[in-house]
């Protein structure tokens, strides 16, 4: 299945101030966006810090929440907790049906995707603002060559960039 990085960044290259940094920063027009293609793909895959600053499940679509805290255990319907390794994760999602899965960050989920070479596509929404510190894509040392597909001005001062992940230049 395709899985596709999706995420907001600063200006200076930053998704977050810190690890509980609720993201009110995007823009109206980055949220629509990303409301309408993880209800599109269906499911959202998210870090347990992620999803603490979200604090409850995206309604409409599957929330998968990647936490290794055995007690964290969900009673509704489109929130699963997991610990489960990414490869596997996929296979069941692909199981269920679905074809593209959302990876929604933050640093460290997207890193162990990354780690495994799951990441198809990433799609970025530049932010005119600048945040000096803070969390990066991936929260450690990664190797990617990518190929802009296309881009977009949102209309806000925001570059909305599709990228594809160039696999054989890795091999
Ligand atoms: N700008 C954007 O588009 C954007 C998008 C998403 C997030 N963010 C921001 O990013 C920040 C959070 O990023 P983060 O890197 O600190 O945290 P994160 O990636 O969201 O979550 C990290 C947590 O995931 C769990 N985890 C890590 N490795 C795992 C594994 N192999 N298997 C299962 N669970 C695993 C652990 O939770 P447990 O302790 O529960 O085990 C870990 O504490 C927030 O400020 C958020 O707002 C920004």
Redesign the pocket.
């Known amino acids: 299945m395709k899985v596709i990085l999706l995420?907001?960044?600063t200006v200076d290259g930053m998704?977050?101030r810190?690890?509980?940094?609720?993201?009110d920063w995007?823009g109206r027009e980055d949220k629509r966006m990303f409301k309408d293609m993880t209800i599109k793909a269906g499911v959202l895959i998210?870090?347990?810090?992620?999803y603490d600053?979200i604090g409850r499940p995206l309604p409409g679509r599957k929330n998968v929440v990647?936490?290794?805290?055995k007690r964290?255990i969900s009673q509704q319907k489109d929130l699963v907790f997991t610990?489960k390794p990414p490869r596997e994760l996929l296979a069941d999602l692909r199981q269920e049906g679905f074809e593209v899965a959302i990876l929604?960050?933050?640093?460290?989920?997207n890193t162990?995707f990354a780690r495994e070479d799951l990441i198809d596509e990433i799609y970025l929404t530049y932010v005119p603002q600048i945040f000096g510190t803070g969390?990066t894509l991936f929260?450690d040392s990664i190797a990617m060559q990518l190929e802009l597909m296309d881009f977009k001005h949102l209309g806000t001062g925001q570059i909305f960039a599709r990228y594809r992940v160039i696999r054989e230049a890795m091999a």
């Open positions: 995420m907001a960044l998704i977050a810190d690890s509980d940094h609720f993201p995007t998210m870090g347990s810090k992620t600053t990647m936490s290794r805290n964290r610990d929604a960050g933050g640093s460290q989920i162990i969390l929260s």
